[in-house]
């Protein structure tokens, strides 16, 4: 199983070659690669070195996966390539995701939907990815009308550029600035880039993501999505309104016995999720479950994941698992 880890020295990059070793997945032949300036040097992965290569020669030596996190021009150029030769590219930007040929997949909602004919597959948002794990499983029970989604994301979505400026701000130093503003001691409701309609497009994937994942477009989606001061994970606090009564201990069962959430809600307790504590792990956690009493059938929650695992690289990752337990490559 010859893997292409493409961006392997970036921040998704590297947490892809950590989650790929601690899952222990079926790896003879690690391919790393990264941009021109990049070639040459040496990762270590699994006690091995290897040898950072160039995208022409990762695509000649016809790996058998390729998990791609570059940037969306990156992916439209070469994932084609890639696919041509017959690689399957899982691509964690945004290039394939709104493509109607191409699967937008959260391995434990749609995996299903895949076949070995897709050789080209698209990760989503990692703020979409930690709401729609939510999502799923209630749309199924009670089903979905609208949901209000406020976002409080961490700076390591935007990378190391934004990490540096928080470290600098923090040790009062000047540097290259990520963001128009300071971050620390801030929050930006700016996240991407703002579009006609005044929301910006981190917004907007909120909004058709989950309605393609969900393979329901009646789910209306409305999101503001803010930049803060913290390296853990995306938090997100969530209004969902549905089409018809619900219980709210029958809520927190079906969250809890869904796979890959971590239903932590007890206020007696102050149990409830934070970034702090979201790091480093690779699940959902939710809590705040509690009844929207200005609305009929309406329900807040509170969302927090790991933005660079669940949130990109594990999903990814988890993603490639299933294509090899079900030989579909």
Not at 1 to 13: H, K, P
Not at 176 to 198: K, Q, S, T, W
Not at 247 to 254: F, G, K, P, Y
């Amino acid at each position: 199983m010859r893997i292409a880890v493409v961006g392997a020295t970036g921040m998704v990059g590297e947490i892809m070659l950590k989650v790929l070793a601690e899952r222990n997945f079926p790896i003879t032949d690690l391919i790393p690669v990264a941009s021109e300036r990049s070639v040459g040097k040496q990762i270590e992965f699994n006690g091995k070195k290897y040898t950072i290569m160039s995208m022409e020669d990762a695509v000649n030596m016809k790996p058998e996966i390729a998990l791609f996190s570059a940037g969306g021009s990156t992916s439209l150029e070469w994932a084609p390539k890639f696919a041509a030769v017959g690689t399957t590219v899982i691509d964690n930007s945004s290039a394939w995701r709104m493509d109607p040929t191409k699967k937008l997949v959260v391995p434990e909602i749609n995996a299903s939907q895949l076949t070995k004919e897709d050789k080209i597959i698209a990760n989503p948002n990692c703020s979409t990815i930690q709401l729609v794990m939510t999502l799923a499983p209630l749309h199924k029970k009670y089903g979905i009308k609208r949901v209000i989604v406020s976002t409080y994301q961490s700076i390591t979505g935007t990378g190391v550029k934004a990490v540096k400026q928080l470290e600098n701000e923090y040790a009062n130093e000047k540097g290259e600035m990520a963001y128009p503003y300071p971050i620390h001691r801030n929050a930006l409701p700016h996240c991407d880039v703002f579009e006609e309609n005044g929301y910006t497009k981190e917004e907007m994937k909120l909004a058709n993501e989950t309605k393609k994942i969900l393979c329901d477009d009646s789910v209306l989606v409305a999101a503001t999505a803010v930049r803060i001061p913290v390296v853990g994970g995306h938090s997100e606090t969530v209004n969902i309104e549905f089409t018809k009564d619900y219980d709210v201990n029958d809520i927190r069962r079906i969250l809890h016995d869904t796979p890959g959430i971590v239903v932590q809600d007890n206020t007696d307790t102050n149990t409830y999720p934070m970034p702090l504590y979201a790091e480093g792990k690779d699940d959902v956690f939710v809590g705040r479950i509690r009844r929207d009493f200005t609305r009929d059938n309406a329900v807040n929650m509170w969302i927090v994941a790991d933005n660079l695992r669940k949130g990109a690289a594990t999903n990814t990752i988890q993603i490639a698992e299933y294509l090899v337990a079900n030989k579909l490559v």
